[in-house]
């Protein structure tokens, strides 16, 4: 069971925002897509029992650690962990039917994977979300252009280093990609340790 300290300390601030758009009683589907160490499905399943999650990560390490934690808590509304790699087409990704899905989280990839990911995130989200669905992003974004504060230029600076296709991406450019794929940016949250929450919802005709 990997642990991040930046997860524990973020997984309640971001099951805030959650628990103002996720209906309480309603049964939900939800993939989580790169879910890391797994610490946060297993928090948003204990919060939110109506939901059904898929977590995946493209790592294997990742998808032990959710194991280890799934069958640590024995959560029945937590799925098995799947191989899923956001810059593949979404037809790759374990057979989700179009319109399929209520939510799709993915949490601090943007910034850390080459563009490939975040275009193959939205074009998938854009698919199988049944319409009105969601897509929450989080992580640290640019607005405008503009990266603040300087820690966030500092670590900008620092993943551009080690990955030249790495670095924070803009929110306006975030919801062009959105568009394309038939979402829309519904609502962006300020989040503590100046990160976001962006939430996309999908159109109802797309
Ligand atoms: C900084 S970690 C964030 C993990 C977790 N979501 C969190 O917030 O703690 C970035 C994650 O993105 C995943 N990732 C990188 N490239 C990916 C890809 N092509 N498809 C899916 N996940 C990917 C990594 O394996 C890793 O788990």
């Given at each position: 069971m990997l642990c991040a300290a930046a997860a524990e300390r973020n997984k309640e601030p971001i099951s805030s925002v959650l628990r103002d758009c996720i209906e309480p009683s309603r049964p939900l589907k939800a993939l989580e897509i790169s879910s890391g160490s797994g610490q946060h499905i297993v928090?948003?399943?204990?919060?939110?029992?109506?939901?059904?999650?898929?977590?995946?990560?493209?790592?294997?390490?990742?998808?032990?650690?959710?194991?280890?934690?799934r069958n640590h808590l024995k959560l029945d509304n937590v799925k098995s962990a799947i191989h899923l790699d956001a810059s593949q087409s979404w037809e790759n990704w374990s057979g989700f039917e179009p319109d399929s899905l209520d939510i799709v989280i993915n949490?601090?990839?943007i910034h850390i994977s080459p563009i490939a990911c975040t275009?193959?995130?939205?074009?998938?989200?854009?698919?199988?979300?049944?319409?009105?669905?969601?897509?929450?992003?989080?992580?640290?974004?640019?607005?405008?252009?503009?990266?603040?504060?300087?820690?966030?230029?500092?670590?900008?600076?620092?993943?551009?280093?080690?990955?030249?296709?790495?670095?924070?991406?803009?929110?306006?450019?975030?919801?062009?990609?959105?568009?394309?794929?038939?979402?829309?940016?519904?609502?962006m949250v300020d989040m503590p340790a100046n990160n976001k929450c962006l939430l996309f919802r999908k159109e109802s005709q797309v």
């Amino acid at each position: 069971m990997l642990c991040a300290a930046a997860a524990e300390r973020n997984k309640e601030p971001i099951s805030s925002v959650l628990r103002d758009c996720i209906e309480p009683s309603r049964p939900l589907k939800a993939l989580e897509i790169s879910s890391g160490s797994g610490q946060h499905i297993v928090h948003f399943a204990q919060a939110f029992k109506n939901v059904t999650w898929q977590p995946s990560d493209v790592d294997v390490q990742s998808i032990s650690s959710i194991q280890a934690y799934r069958n640590h808590l024995k959560l029945d509304n937590v799925k098995s962990a799947i191989h899923l790699d956001a810059s593949q087409s979404w037809e790759n990704w374990s057979g989700f039917e179009p319109d399929s899905l209520d939510i799709v989280i993915n949490l601090n990839m943007i910034h850390i994977s080459p563009i490939a990911c975040t275009k193959g995130l939205f074009k998938g989200a854009g698919v199988i979300l049944k319409p009105q669905g969601l897509l929450l992003t989080y992580g640290p974004y640019s607005v405008n252009g503009v990266i603040t504060p300087q820690s966030n230029v500092d670590f900008d600076y620092s993943l551009r280093q080690r990955n030249p296709e790495w670095g924070l991406r803009d929110v306006s450019f975030l919801n062009s990609l959105a568009e394309e794929n038939g979402l829309f940016l519904q609502k962006m949250v300020d989040m503590p340790a100046n990160n976001k929450c962006l939430l996309f919802r999908k159109e109802s005709q797309v």
